[in-house]
């Protein structure tokens, strides 16, 4: 190929749709391709890939290329695709990868089925090594779906499908993000583009390097929500909002370091708030993030989903904050504050109650003497009971809460204990991996 032909490919190339994504997501002039004049047969690959700075970090990412086959999957697309994943693999950088494609190419046969496997091989090589997010932009059905799921993070533009079964009617983005596949739903390409740059700058380039961080901003507001108040102004970024609806997952920055933070906010946590809690803080444990939760919860209302909370805290050697906001019940407890979560540091608000039951029952079971009252007296008593019996100051008296705070000094109680945990080293067992 002359070198007049080389520079017209390059230009077909770059007017592609998925060029023009790409280097919309990275810093300007930062991005270079890799295998650019790769072919797929009579076209060029279906995939535009390099790497790049996003927001000054070193970022790897590929776009599916609808301007060459639909951006159906082939062989050749697979080679450029795991060479992304190698190259990411060597360096520790993370991965971000676009999706819109029509599918595959059927007529490659078994070789584009070894493609498809080969990509899948080499994402789950970089699990838990380097952070992976996948953006829909378009169609991604069949086993292309398979392998954006497999990210840890999945972000959805509005008009988006993404599903195992080509024909399945379930494959929109609100029904991906209310089932929990879905991390964030985005209004359009643009806004998908915008939301994978800034969630980057939260995670670490690798599991051996921390969060990248930013100058302390002290909270917006004193008033609202605790976790507004903990956080610096503006640094709340929020995931899988439309799944659950008592345990909340976000990151935010506290003192300018990233942490992850989990609310639970009353009631039992259900089975989809357990799943979403769960892989939250194997993420954050994966890459070394610091969690902090905010428990306000009575119990769990789905046993095998309970379990998996329990494993992940139970599990996880990052730094682990808990602090007791409202009631932490039996459990619930147990499993994000007590001895099952071995959190290094418990704090409980001034007010909150710990108990091993629902406060009401315990005051019945452990004082049936004070409840032998009228029935319009006994929530007087009760309250009475557990404000006596069961308040966070007991739970500190008894050392399972290591100090009772106000509201004040939240943040300041919580930017301390970071400070203090930051040379945390855990040594673990030798094993491969839990079973739970």
């Known amino acids: 190929m002359s070198i007049e032909n080389v520079t017209s490919a390059r230009a077909s190339i770059m007017a592609t749709e998925a060029y023009k994504t790409l280097t919309a997501f990275f810093d300007p002039d930062t991005f270079v391709s890799v295998d650019t004049l790769a072919k797929s047969k009579d076209t060029y690959a279906e995939v535009v890939a390099g790497f790049g700075m996003v927001e000054g970090l070193p970022v790897y990412a590929f776009a599916q290329n609808g301007d060459f086959c639909g951006g159906a999957m082939s ?9 992304v994943y190698d190259l ?13 494609s029509n599918g595959g190419r059927l007529e490659e046969g078994n ?73 964030i739903v985005a209004e359009n390409t643009e806004d998908a583009v915008s939301k994978a740059k800034e969630l980057i700058c939260y995670l670490p380039s690798n599991n051996l390097n921390t969060a ?112 007791v906001t409202g009631k932490a019940i039996g459990s619930a407890y147990i499993a994000l504050a007590g001895t099952g979560a071995n959190a290094d540091v418990v704090y409980g608000l001034d007010g909150a109650v710990v108990s091993p039951v629902n406060p009401e029952a315990a005051a019945l079971i452990m004082a049936p003497e004070k409840m032998n009252v009228a029935v319009d007296k006994q929530k007087d008593v009760a309250n009475a009971f557990v404000k006596e019996n069961l308040s966070a100051e007991n739970a500190a008296e008894c050392g399972y809460i290591d100090d009772v705070i106000t509201t004040e000094e939240v943040r300041a109680s919580v930017v301390n204990a970071l400070d203090m945990l930051m040379g945390k080293r855990v040594s673990t067992l030798a094993k491969k991996h839990s079973t739970i």
């Open 111 to 183: 070789a584009l089925l070894a493609g498809y496997g080969d990509v899948l091989n080499a994402a789950s090589k970089l699990s838990g090594v380097v952070p992976q997010i996948s953006v829909i932009l378009g169609k991604c059905m069949g086993t292309g779906a398979l392998n954006a799921v497999s990210a840890d993070f999945v972000i959805m533009s509005k008009d988006a499908t993404l599903s195992l079964d080509p024909m399945s009617k379930d494959s929109s983005a609100q029904y991906n993000a209310e089932n929990g596949v879905a991390s």
């Open 212 to 323: 990248p961080e930013a100058v302390a901003e002290e909270p917006e507001v004193e008033g609202g929500c605790i976790c507004h108040r903990v956080a610096d102004a503006g640094s709340i970024f929020k995931l899988s909002k439309e799944y659950g609806n008592t345990g909340k997952t976000v990151f935010a920055r506290v003192g300018g370091q990233v942490v992850g933070f989990v609310n639970t906010k009353g009631g039992e946590l259900s089975a989809e708030d357990c799943n979403k809690i769960s892989k939250f803080v194997r993420f954050c444990d994966a890459f070394s993030i610091p969690v902090l939760t905010f428990v306000d919860a009575e119990g769990f209302a789905d046993i095998k989903s309970a379990v998996k909370v329990t494993s992940a805290y139970a599990e996880a050697t990052t730094v682990k904050i808990s602090l």
């Open 88 to 100: 990411a693999l060597k360096t520790g950088c993370p991965v971000v990868a676009f999706y819109n």
């Open 75 to 83: 062989k050749a697309q697979a080679a450029k695709i795991k060479k």
